[in-house]
């Protein structure tokens, strides 16, 4: 009936076996991590219908919720454990050198991704996310350049940063409550975090978890990781870990930190970011550093759909996930050949035809242009805000929208580039017809999604339904009432 | 000593352990003391975490022989807290190799010109000149601020 538990086993024991599986045979060696997750990922869609119905909450070890560790699971989290899970199979890291070393950090970054996101208590979040974080460093430093050293370095600076900040948070919230199980935490949250102690925990925790998730102020390393990492990897951080990053932050939000501040921290927050990303990327000159800034934007317009209070911010953060998760991994899937100087593009269409109609699309879909999915999410986080009749959110309105005609300027220039007549004086490489084809195969879910869209958006809305649902959640973890929290 | 008993101390050391990490992180340029930052901090945030059901006098929280010690220390946060330190000296130290790597590569441990060097190859591998660095006074600057120098001088 746990089964859900192999989602995070499984990987993380192939992981470590991966080197003495190669001893026995390089090619058992090398098929077996993508097995694996496909396996995991067969798992997870398994389970899928029965968590339509109700959520699952399980308790590793067998003792009762808030002594217990506690796995819960929602289609919200399972969908983002799937995303990690299926991500990394089809991003699944190619280097001729460190395959070896390379598979099993990927193999570590699906475990730990899946558990983050089923994580039903702060202690394991902390632990989970802490493994992704090194993690992740290995696989920004395994390209082995002095520049991806360096990046790695500076990355590890303003993520150990963020790490103790958010260790700072949860020692806050235990000091008032006494629990680190999210049910008990949203039981005795309303009671006794709803101070300054609960809103200072809350910010805490915001810088530290959203180091990864790319907020405004601790962004620095995503442009530098993002131009010195190989293009998988860098996919799978822009795609796929900063949304679990900021799976958590909503997690948060709904069961444990109901301050109408905190709403307005990630309102300004997340303005700042998309302002700050979108300029960027217009001032960048390599296709890169563009996707890597715009990715900082998007971030940032994902702040402000969580700003949104109720449900209706929940839904709509949820749809500019899901369709950032498709779309920024295939763009820099494209980039993995077309990294480097925007100006040495021109006429690359004719080498990669596919390529480059797939970036036009991509493109018109990152900017909003109907019917495209990128439109229907903007609209769902644009419509709420004009609804709420509040001036910062009006304001909030009119920096998405002229974020996105800046996102038009900066990447129909690099499309007009890319179908220029003359063509530019160094050959373009094509794209790797692995690369290209795991590209198309993520722009088809796009355009699929078009024909889709009610069943969708009904799917995403009960999603987003049952994730905020805060009684259920205490209700599954713990069926018979939790005791108050331990007296001081 | 009442308003200073031990909790409050340590409460203030705790915070002042992170305040010390995060300026040290702010701050300073070498890259040794960014690390050593990083290691203030945590040991500030882990003992803020240890302080949080901290209570003098309070027993292990093991029975031994029926006998229930009248008060007792709770295991989450000195469990949480153990995590918490394994993993920052593994930090640590993958920090440590980082910066041996980098010293090799650039012949530098100071952030700005890590940063600077790591511009550089970025956009030496992407095939564009650098942008004008802001940490440099472009050679116009210069002129007006040498002559006024002089003048200063001269005077």
Known sequence: ?488 | MDILDSNTILYIAAFGLMLIGISGIVISNHLMRIIFGIALLEAGANLLLMLSTYHEGAAAPIIVDGNVPAMMADPVPQALVLTAIVIGVGILALALSLAIRVQRAYGTLDMREVRLKLEQEISADAGIDMPSSSEKPADIAKVPLNSVVQQESGS
Do not use: C
């Open chain 1, 1 to 488: 009936m746990n089964l859900l538990v192999l989602m995070i086993a499984l990987p993380l024991l192939t992981a470590f076996l991966l080197s003495s599986i190669n001893r026995l045979s390089t090619f058992a060696a090398r098929v077996i991590g993508p097995l694996v997750l496909l396996a995991t990922a067969a798992i997870g869609l398994s389970v899928w219908p029965q968590l339509s119905a109700a959520p699952q909450a399980i308790q590793w070890g067998g003792f009762q919720a808030p002594l217990g560790i506690t796995l819960y699971a929602d289609q919200f989290a399972l969908l983002f454990a799937l995303a990690m899970t299926i991500g990394t199979l089809l991003l699944w890291p190619r280097s001729t050198e460190n395959q070896l070393r390379s598979s099993s950090l990927a193999l570590l970054l699906a475990g730990t991704g899946s558990g983050l996101a089923l994580s039903g208590d702060l202690f394991n979040i902390y632990v989970f996310y802490e493994l992704m974080t090194v993690v992740s460093y290995g696989l920004i430093a395994s390209r082995g350049t002095s520049g991806s050293f360096a990046s790695t370095l500076r990355y590890l600076v303003i993520s150990g940063f963020g790490a103790a900040l958010a260790l700072a948070g949860i020692a806050l919230v235990y000091q008032a409550t006494g629990t680190l199980n999210l049910a008990q935490l949203a039981q005795l949250a309303p009671e006794k975090l709803n101070n300054l102690q609960g809103f200072a925990a809350f910010v805490l925790m915001l810088v530290g978890f959203g180091v990864k998730a790319e907020l405004f102020p601790v962004n620095m390393w995503v442009p530098e990781v993002y131009a010195t990492a190989s293009s998988r990897v860098s996919a799978l951080l822009a795609g796929v870990v900063s949304k679990l990053a900021l799976l958590i932050i909503m997690r948060l939000l709904i069961l444990v930190f109901h301050q109408p501040e905190a709403l307005t921290v990630l309102l300004v927050l997340g303005i700042l970011g998309v302002a700050t990303g979108e300029l960027a990327a217009w001032r960048a000159r390599d296709l890169n550093r563009m996707l890597a800034f715009s990715s900082i934007g998007q971030l940032g317009v994902m702040f402000i759909a969580l700003s949104i209070p109720g449900n209706a911010g929940i839904f709509a953060a949820l749809a500019v996930m899901v369709h950032h998760l498709f779309l920024k991994p295939s763009m820099f899937l494209l980039a993995e050949r077309w990294g480097g100087s925007i100006k040495a593009l021109a006429g690359a269409a004719k080498t990669s035809p596919v390529g480059a109609a797939l970036f036009v699309l991509l493109s018109l879909s990152l900017i909003g242009v109907p019917p495209l999915p990128g439109f229907w999410a903007k609209l769902l986080v644009i419509m709420p805000m004009l609804a709420l009749d509040q001036p910062l959110y009006y304001f909030a309105a009119f920096v998405i929208l002229a974020a996105a005609s800046l996102e038009a300027n900066y990447l129909f220039r690099v499309v007009m580039k890319l179908y220029e007549k003359e063509p530019a004086a160094t050959p373009h490489n094509a794209h790797a017809t692995l690369d290209l084809a795991t590209a198309v195969f993520l722009g088809a879910g796009l355009v699929a999604s078009v024909f889709m869209l009610v069943p969708l958006a009904d799917r995403l809305d009960g999603i987003a339904v049952q994730a905020s649902d805060v009684s259920t959640y205490i209700q599954t973890v713990a069926p018979q009432p939790l005791e108050a929290g331990r007296v001081q």
